[in-house]
Structure formats: C-alpha cells, structure tokens
C-alpha cells in the first residue's frame, strides 16, 4: 500500500520562508567595537534577497561556489540565508588557516565570488595572488587599503537592487554549503552538505534531547560561522525562532561575560577554551551574572570535568557537552544524563562524549573490523553513519575513512549499554605504552582540575623501555605556582599509577589549531626539536 501524504522538498528556502513567516521579529544582535547593532529576522532576509540579486548579476549561478571570509555577524548570516537559497554553495572560509592551507581550499573549491569582512582584507590579501578561480571580491565595510585589488562594496551592492528576488525550487539533494576540514594531516577535505542534510540537522538541534533551541531562546554565538557552519544554529534560529547575538571578533573572557550580561542570552555555543577563558574572567569581575542562561553547549573537544563543575558549583550554569565534526555536520551526540539520574551522579554523563541524537547509528570496531558489544569496556574506532554524516569527500578519495558504509572517526574509546560514547583519545594522538592505551583526554582534564592549572595538554614521547610515554605540557594560572612533583602526586591519587607522567614541561600557551583544538603535533614537533625545557621525574 502507497502512502498518501504530501511530500515537499527538504530546503534552506523552506527554513527561511518558516522563520520570516512565524517569527519575522525576532532580532540578530550583532556586537561592534561603537555598539550592538540590531536587526529583524525580516530585515536580514530581505537583504539576503537582494545580495542574492547582486550575486546573480555577477554571474554566480546554481552551483557555483561563493566563500565567505566573515566573523560571526548579521551580514555573514545574510549570505547564509542567500547563497544556499539561490541554488549556489555557500563556502564558509576558516580565517585562522594558515595562508597555503587557505588559498588551497578556495582553488580547491573553485571559489567564484568572495565576500570578506572589511577588518580581514589583510588576511585575504596574502593570498589574493593565488588565486585561479575568484573573479569578484566583496568587501563588508570601509576599505580603501587597495590591498585586495579591485573590489566591490557590499552594501553598495545591495543598494541596487531594488527588484524583488524569489528564491527558486531546488532539488533537496544539491549542494548547499560546504565546510573543509582543519587540515591537522594532509591537505584540508572539503565536505558538501545537501539542502536535505541541513534542514534534518536542524530539525535534530530542535529536540530536546539534543540542544533544544526554540523560540524562548537567545543564542550567544560563540562559535564560529566558518567551523561546520557553527554547529548548525543559524539554520535552527530561523527554524525554531531563536534570536541570535553574533560577537564578531570579540571572543576572549571579558567581552563575553559583557554580552552574557547585557544581552542576557539564555544559552551559547563555543569550544571549551573559551569557556575556561570565561571562568578566568569571571573569577575576578564582581559584577559577572549568568542568570539568564539554562546551559552553555561545549564542543570540538573534551570538555573537562573541573570546568562543569566549576560552571555547576560557582554560577549555577549547566554544561552541555556536544560531539562532531566536520564530516557529521556535526550535530551526533550530547551528553545529557538519563531520566532519573540522582543529581550527584548526573555529572558521570556530562563528562562522557555524548548518546546519539535521533537519527544517527554509531558502533565501535576493532582494528580487524569486527564490531565490538556495547559494554562500556571494549576499546576500538568510532564509526557513524546517518542522513547529515558524509559519505565521501569533495573531490578527493579517501578510502581509509568510510567503511562498509560507515564513516571512520578516528576517534577511539567505548560504547556503554545505556549508549554513551567515552572517548579516551583521537588515533593519532593515542598513548600506547607497555602494549597498554593510555587516555590523554583523561590525563589533561584531571591535571587541568589542579587549581594551580589553566591548561593541560599530553601527547606521546618515544621511549626505549615502555615504546611511549605520556608528556605533559602545562600552562599555570596568572600568579598560580606547583611544581612538577606537585602536579604529579595530584595526578597519582587519581588515575593508574601507570599512567602518570614522569615527563613535565610547562609552557607559556598551548598552540591551538584553527579551530580552536590543542595542536599537539606541534607539542610532539617542539619536543623532537628540543624546544621544550623538560622535566624528569623518577
């Protein structure tokens, strides 16, 4: 028997049309070094209308590829509305690549028109002459440096166009947006997200066994637009009517603790090294009030257990932790405990990865491929699969990262009864020591619970007995001291013995990757180097 419900195509124009249709004011708030400007949900589309026009008679067509240069504002979202529902693909352009990596993926992309921030032109700049495919530049705000070339105006351009735009009827499967990957081995992979992969995903932000957004929310937007089209929540604001403060560049403790309290958002979205930058402001701002939040989301990597606790016990905010990546879209997993958890022990599940969302099936394999029981114990590799997870890469074959249908995450750890995924390290950065695995993951959120401790990153170093030991590298508090015997006495009472560190260097930063992630393949270059002043410990 046929079903006889109605069946519609699955697009960004139907999530826009949704959000202008029922929640056409509510606002975008987007903080500037002068103010916080604000715009309608109706005003940002109606101007999207018209960069799609503007677009169009530049000659970008269905399918053409339109890369933003952007930080987190109403104008970036503007071409997030208008690209995807144009038909074309909207190329969201990591800002912190280094300048090989990023003239790669434009080239790679085949990146038709750029629009750039007018404050990230001397970025761009560095790599204009690389460029083999980009026949137009937009710059967002004042510039007259010269440095890009011949530009274009980008509220110039929408000043023009005073013809109405309808968006068209597309095919839910066609490109919408494409993400690359952060490049930490090899070239950056690019990953195209369908129309139909988009609006599921969205769709799953909505639940609440997820993140939940919906219309009583205001979402301090943290992450950033270019870093897997920041988690999604553009796409589920217009879906469910969440209104959006956007703070640029703006990013470091004391202007969020600012936004937090003047624009009181009720949830917000970044990488744990913001949040511990937040808690280090707050610590000494006497008017810090996170009263209006019922969670802050935590994701792309490990979210420590000291910094919910700390979120918890000082300021009564909730942690989510949240589990993704590019290649997922990269809403998969949110550690949210059970129904029916007694309160002390809900933080035992806010510490774990995260149970998949509705939608996605995860298993755990072996390395001869053999799927291992969900038990909680039995260690191996990730793999996912799903309707917004990717099944190849853009232009490249990459055969060692899909299996049997299944994407390889690279992430390996276990899988509990109850669903719950405990990651203990990324492949290449695990610890195998004595024929055993040692958990970075776990060493760097016990060292980073030490009070005398701001960050705390392990990586493997050779060694002739035990194959790899674990280093690590520590960076103190302003005016916090400990020692390395200190530190690891802290360590012994708390994890194997065998795992403790004999290894200690302490560090003035962590090199972080563009998306925020420790970068420890520099930690591993900088000790090969014998740029990192170790200590030995018996």
Same mark, same amino acid.
């Given at each position: 028997m046929k079903s006889t419900m109605? =069946? &519609? !195509? %699955?697009?960004?124009r139907g999530i826009v049309e949704h959000g202008r249709w029922l929640y056409g004011s509510k606002r975008v708030f987007t903080v500037t070094p002068t103010g916080v400007e604000e715009a309608t949900f109706e005003q940002v589309i109606e101007r999207a209308e018209r960069l799609a026009r503007a677009l169009e008679h530049l $000659?970008? @067509?269905? $399918?053409?590829?339109? &890369?933003? *240069?952007?930080?987190?504002?109403?104008?970036?979202?503007?071409?997030?509305? !208008?690209?995807? !529902?144009? @038909?074309?693909?909207l190329h969201t352009l990591n800002i912190r690549l280094f300048p090989d990596q990023l003239a790669f993926v434009i080239n790679h992309a085949q990146d038709k028109v750029i629009i750039v921030d007018h404050t990230l032109v001397p970025l761009l700049a560095k790599v204009r002459d690389q460029l083999t495919s980009v026949r137009h530049i937009i710059v967002r705000g004042p510039d007259d440096s010269g440095a890009l070339g011949p530009t274009l105006d980008y509220e110039t351009l929408l000043a023009a166009e005073t013809s109405p735009f309808i968006f068209p009827d597309l095919d839910e499967r066609d490109a919408a947006v494409m993400c690359y990957t952060s490049g930490t081995t090899g070239d950056p992979k690019g990953v195209v997200y369908s129309h /139909?992969? %988009?609006w599921l995903h969205s769709m799953a932000s909505m639940t609440a066994n997820s993140i939940g957004l919906c219309e009583t929310d205001r979402c301090l937007l943290i992450v950033p637009m270019f870093h897997v089209n920041a988690w999604g929540a553009v796409y589920t604001a217009l879906f469910a009517g969440t209104e959006l403060v956007m703070p640029q560049m703006f990013l470091q403790g004391e202007p969020v603790l600012r936004m937090i309290r003047e624009l009181r958002p009720t949830v917000s979205l970044g990488v744990p090294t913001v949040w511990n930058d937040v808690l280090r402001a707050a610590a000494a701002d006497a008017d810090v009030d996170f009263s209006s939040l019922r969670a802050v989301l935590a994701g792309g990597s490990a979210v420590p257990r000291a910094m919910i606790e700390a979120f918890r016990d000082r300021y009564g905010v909730r942690v989510i932790q +949240?589990? &993704?990546? #590019?290649?997922t879209s990269p809403l998969a997993a949110v550690a949210i405990p059970p129904s029916g958890t007694l309160p002390e022990r809900e933080i035992d599940y806010e510490v774990k990865a995260g149970r998949v969302v509705a939608g996605v099936e995860m298993r755990v394999v072996a390395d001869d $491929?053999?799927?291992?029981?969900? =038990? +909680? /114990?039995?260690? $191996?590799? *990730?793999?996912i699969r799903g309707p917004w997870i990717a099944g190849a890469y853009y232009g490249v074959d990459a055969p060692e990262r899909f299996h049997d249908g299944w994407l390889k #995450? +690279? =992430?390996?750890? #276990?899988?509990?009864?109850?669903?719950?995924?405990?990651?203990? =390290? /990324?492949?290449k950065d695990v610890i195998k020591s004595g024929g055993e695995w040692i958990s970075s993951v776990e060493l760097e959120g016990v060292v980073m619970a030490h009070p005398a401790v701001f960050e705390a990153a392990v990586v493997a170093v050779p060694d002739p007995k035990w194959q790899e030991r674990p280093l690590c590298c520590v960076v103190l508090r302003p005016d916090a001291h400990a020692t390395a015997t200190e530190l690891r006495d802290f360590l012994a009472a708390r994890v194997a013995k065998w795992w403790v560190p004999e290894h200690w260097t302490f560090v003035e930063s962590i090199p972080k990757t563009s998306v925020g992630k420790f970068d420890k393949k520099v930690l591993r270059a900088q000790y090969g180097a014998g740029e990192l002043a170790v200590e030995t410990l018996a």
């Open positions: 109605q =069946d &519609g !195509a %699955l697009t960004i $000659g970008v @067509g269905p $399918g053409d590829r339109v &890369g933003t *240069f952007m930080w987190n504002n109403q104008w970036h979202m503007e071409a997030y509305i !208008a690209v995807p !529902a144009m @038909g074309s693909v /139909r992969s %988009l +949240g589990w &993704g990546m #590019t290649e $491929g053999s799927v291992l029981p969900r =038990d +909680g /114990r039995s260690i $191996g590799e *990730f793999e #995450t +690279g =992430d390996i750890g #276990t899988l509990d009864p109850e669903g719950y995924m405990v990651i203990t =390290d /990324r492949s």
